[in-house]
């Protein structure tokens, strides 16, 4: 499938990974719904993006919003044929911390957010998916979840974030399985340290530390590279029901 054929909505998309996501496929003839909790930029961006571009507020935690969401964007941009699960929060928090243990809500928030929500956006964009009609190579839909390295080596302070992540490459393979009768693909990414705008904001020495701890190249990945990411998976139609580390051989320590 061609980044002009697609017809995406992107979780998180008025910002970080996600908007990188959107500029691409906007930038090749595509069209996007970005799904998001910012409404002070969602619209300003989308706007920005152009005519194949529309703003939904979103919960990805809330089945009844994401639905609602999935039929808005169905409708907008006339289907649904790739999915893309970029919204997360970082959930960094030690188990017993100073003051007390980790509240069990604190955990389970993360959780929510970061698997349930994707797994929540997976299933009704597939929901729709498997009724589009099949392309030439019987394909139906794309969905790429966004997991992390910490999935694999989470440090101290990241057991709710790591376990969240974890999930998303676990649930990966099973749910490519189940529905690759419906011709419907589906991929996770695994980035590792990233140039985000939390990043941004890091005294110069801390950004050198960061640079310093990828093998190579010897800096942080760029949103442009996730994206990148994106297309070839949409467009390799033999990628399926796997994760691909994106971090530049970068393998984490524990803190």
Request: charged share 15%; with cysteine.
């Amino acid at each position: 499938m061609k980044l002009n054929e697609v017809k995406a909505l992107v979780t998180g998309g008025a910002s970080g990974l996600g908007l990188a996501v959107a500029r691409r496929i906007i930038a090749d003839g595509g069209k996007v719904a970005l799904l998001d909790l910012n409404d002070k930029a969602g619209p300003d961006i989308a706007h920005e993006l152009g005519g194949d571009t529309c703003y939904i507020h979103t919960d990805v935690s809330s089945e009844a919003a994401v639905e609602r969401a999935v039929a808005e964007a169905v409708q907008a941009n006339g289907g649904l044929n790739l999915a893309v699960n970029c919204a997360g929060i970082i959930g960094a928090g030690r188990v017993l911390g100073r003051e007390a243990p980790m509240a069990l809500s604190f955990f389970a928030h993360t959780i929510n957010v970061n698997l349930v929500g994707s797994f929540n956006v997976a299933k009704a964009a597939a929901n729709h998916m498997q009724n589009n009609p099949p392309n030439e190579q019987g394909e139906r839909g794309v969905i790429i979840n966004t997991a992390s390295v910490a999935a694999y080596e989470g440090q101290i302070g990241q057991a709710a974030y790591a376990a969240s992540k974890g999930g998303v490459v676990s649930m990966t393979l099973p749910m490519a399985r189940e529905l690759a009768r419906f011709g419907i693909r589906v991929m996770t990414i695994a980035p590792g340290i990233f140039w985000t705008p939390m990043v941004d904001g890091m005294p110069p020495a801390v950004q050198e530390s960061l640079n310093a701890s990828i093998p190579f190249p010897a800096r942080l990945g760029k949103p442009e590279e996730f994206a990148a990411t994106v297309q070839h998976i949409t467009e390799n139609v033999y990628l399926n029901g796997t994760t691909i580390r994106l971090d530049g051989a970068v393998r984490m320590t524990p803190k």
